[in-house]
Every structure is written in C-alpha cells, then in structure tokens.
C-alpha cells in the first residue's frame, strides 16, 4: 500500500548492479560536491561525489536504516533525510543528519487503520504531518499531527467533501496544502506548525495552482488565466500578504502542486516538457521573467554525443536544478549498458556545458542541495 508520492523510475526494477565507477570526465572549472541517493534491485545508496577528482564515496543506506528500495517516500530538511516506510501495519521513520551522519529511528511510530486513508507524509524537527482521507469511505480532508517526542498524535479538519489532495510543502515553520474542493475550486492552505493552526487560506477558484518556495523564502503561485497565459503571485511567508502579482509571456503548463524548480534572482529554472513526439519527455530550462525569454538547454544533443563517444545508451529519468550548486543534474539509466553500471547522473551548467558525467553502479533518485 504505497500512498506516498515516489520519485523513482518504474525502468529501475529492470536493472542489476554491482560495483563500478566510470573514470572519463569532462573538465571541471570549478569543483562541485554533490551527494545523492539511488537504488538498486534491492538496496538504497547514499553517494557524496567530488567532480575535481571524479571520486564518489558510496554508503549502504538500507544496512545502515534498515530500509529497502522499496521505500514509500523521502524528504529533505536542512541537512536531514527523512525516509517514511511501511510494513507490518505501520509507519516508520528513519531519519539521517547528513552533517553528523547521525541517525534517528522511529520505528512503526504510526498504526494504519481503516478510518484514515493516508496521501502524503511531511516531518519537521518536532512532528510528522501526514494529509489524508477521514473518516473511512470519504473524502475529508483531515491533518494527522503526531509529536515526535511522546509519539501521540491528533486529527484536525480541514475540509469536507474534497476531490484530490496534492502533495504539500513545507518551509520555516510553514505547511503549504494545496487541494481541490468538492466544487471543483482550488485552495492552498498555509498551516502554522508552530501554533498548530491554518493561518491563511488563499482560494483560487478554478485556477489549477502550482507552486514553489523561492530562493528568499517566499511563496510562488503560478496559474493560467482565460489567455492561457501565466500568471505569478508572490507572498510574503512571513505577513501572509501577497507581494507582487504579474502576468508573464510563458505558456508552459505545471502540474498542480509543488513545481520541480527554483525561482532565483527573476529566474525560473525547470524543468520543461518537450511537445510529443520528441526523444525526451522533460529537460532543463530557464525562464527568463523579467525579458520573457525561455531557454531550453540542448539536452539531447548532450546524449547524443555522450552516446555516440562513450557507446553509451543515456536514458534521462529525473531532472533537479540545484541552486546551491548552479546546476542541472540529470539522472540516467543505461538499459543496454554493462550490467554493473545500470545508471548515472549529468551535471550541465546554465548555459548548458557538461560538467559531469559519471556512472554508477545503482541508478539516482534524488539530488541533495546543500552547502555541505
């Protein structure tokens, strides 16, 4: 009963692996440190990569949290990863501190029982925040709300009657919810983690909201109007007041929801669904808001010449932009590759130069930003 959003490629099951490391490497201008993580058939990985000297260190996460691939999902905090897991009836937490390296269980913390029906869970330094269905048999919007220190726990209504719940973001204290009501209008809601109350509810109507967090901490959201064009509201996280709202020239639609991307210094950095048929499915690109200009990195032509140099067969799965490192990084799988090397990852620049290209021997799921 997998309830939880989950960022890994179904290709993934597909793939064996074993140990390897790809020493070809384009030039680096300057070192990036990166750490990620992966999976393989059966376990999951941490891997901290040096690009200076093309040297990755590898970590057994699923010896060290006791964890398998099949995890339900997995969050960032600072500098904490937390996976929620579940067997035997129950949620787990396991949660490592990337700095100390310290790990945190909270081993089936959370009972499943046929009243809730669980969409997304969220945790913070004191609590786990999951969003679900209540009671059984409706579609209530309800927040569960368990403290970490004396694991007991607390449902608050939310809405009844609604029609799809998205998955949440949370910053400085800050839960975003972003649902869809019985009426067919959306809402986001701002729930006060420290107070334990919704401090502000912003309705939109029939506008699909997509939203983010940008790089000084306020909060985007991004719809179409009749036009079809985009229209980006920015709040203040902090008053709760709506700072600026601007129509663009950029018909690229969002998912309803979180976006995968940053919104930095008037610049949008995405990731951007080609038109079908097309070689790719999403690549990198950035958006440009003050100039309205859209610029879609040449990520094919990258493979293209990655394959047809290293007789490789780069398949992109997942993009992130990393805004503390000034990069894309793109992950891969190698279907026709050697069978100890089952994927990698690409870091290209903003004006699209490769920075990096390395294989691995588990395929990544997930870039960590951090200034580690």
Avoid at 116 to 121: A, D, I
Avoid at 231 to 238: K, R, S
Avoid at 279 to 293: C, E, H, M, N, R
Avoid at 338 to 353: A, M, N, Q, R, V
Wanted: charged letters at 20%; proline letters at 4%; aromatic letters at 12%.
């Amino acid at each position: 009963m997998k309830f939880f959003s989950i960022s890994i490629a179904c290709g993934l099951l597909l793939l064996i692996s074993c140990n390897k490391d790809s020493t070809e490497n384009p030039t680096i201008d300057e070192a990036i440190n990166l750490t990620l993580i992966g999976e393989d058939l059966d376990k999951v990985y941490q891997y901290d990569y040096n690009s200076d000297t093309d040297v990755g260190f590898q970590t057994d996460l699923s010896s060290e949290l006791g964890i398998t691939n099949y995890y339900l999902t997995l969050r960032q905090l600072g500098n904490t990863l937390s996976f929620f897991t579940f067997s035997n009836g129950a949620i787990s937490l396991h949660q490592k501190d990337l700095i100390t390296s310290g790990i945190t269980m909270y081993p089936d913390f959370y009972n499943i029982t046929s009243e809730r029906s669980l969409v997304w869970g969220l945790s913070n330094e004191n609590s786990v925040y999951f969003g679900l269905y209540k009671p059984f048999g409706s579609t209530n919007l309800a927040l569960r709300i368990v403290d970490l220190e004396t694991l007991e726990g607390f449902d608050l209504a939310i809405e009844f009657g609604i029609d799809q719940l998205f998955q949440p973001l949370y910053h400085d204290g800050k839960l975003i919810i972003t649902y869809r009501t019985g009426d067919g209008e959306y809402k986001i809601i701002i729930f006060d983690t420290l107070t334990d109350v919704i401090a502000k509810t912003l309705e939109l109507k029939s506008s699909k909201p997509s939203v983010l967090i940008t790089e000084d901490g306020e909060l985007a959201i991004f719809t179409q109007n009749d036009k079809e064009n985009t229209v980006l509201e920015l709040f203040d996280m902090v008053n709760l007041i709506s700072i600026s709202k601007n129509e663009l020239q950029f018909d690229h639609h969002f998912p309803t929801g979180p976006i995968n991307g940053t919104l930095a210094v008037g610049k949008l950095y995405y990731e951007y669904t080609y038109p079908q048929p097309f070689s790719l499915v999403k690549g990198p690109a950035i958006f440009d808001i003050s100039t309205g200009t859209n610029t879609v990195l040449d990520l094919s032509g990258t493979i293209e010449k990655l394959n047809s140099e290293k007789s490789l067969n780069i398949q992109p799965i997942l993009g992130q932009y990393l805004p503390g490192k000034n990069v894309f990084a793109i992950s891969y799988t190698l279907p026709n590759g050697e069978i100890d090397e089952p994927g990698g990852f690409l870091l290209i620049s903003t004006d699209g130069k490769l920075k990096a290209q390395k294989n691995l021997n588990f395929v990544p799921t997930y870039f960590v930003d951090q200034g580690l």
